[in-house]
């Protein structure tokens, strides 16, 4: 069964820095990460950063200038800097999956890493 994996998530304090990290397990053909995105309690999901199949790197603005996004074959990356109390919230990664060769690209999601930024 294929799955996306996060990890990195935790506990830290304000100012600090945490990197997040996500991967597929199961037999995949191909992976394409796609971007991180982050759930604070009682609001809607919003983008952190994704990156384009030609590497160009789109963030949220509120976190442009401290968060960077990076990817090689086999992962995803979120170097957090300068974490603030108001980047709390679960972090998932998103990616694009092919499971054979034959098979179609699918949309998977992983099941969340929780950040709390402490202050």
């Known amino acids: 069964q294929v799955q996306l994996v996060e990890s990195g998530g935790g506990l830290v304090q304000a100012g600090r820095f945490r990197k997040l990290s996500c991967t597929a397990s199961?037999?995949?053909?191909?992976?394409?990460?796609r971007g991180w995105y982050r759930q604070a309690p009682g609001k809607q999901r919003e983008l952190v950063a994704f990156v384009t199949p030609s590497g160009t790197t789109v963030y949220g603005d509120t976190v442009k200038g401290r968060f960077i996004v990076t990817r090689d074959e086999n992962a995803l990356y979120l170097e957090m800097n300068t974490l603030k109390p108001e980047d709390t919230g679960v972090y998932y990664c998103?990616?694009?999956?092919?499971?054979?060769?034959?098979?179609?690209?699918?949309?998977?999601w992983g099941q969340g890493t929780q950040v709390t930024v402490s202050s």
């Open positions: 199961g037999r995949i053909f191909s992976f394409r990460p």
């Open positions: 998103n990616a694009g999956i092919r499971a054979t060769a034959s098979s179609q690209e699918d949309d998977y």
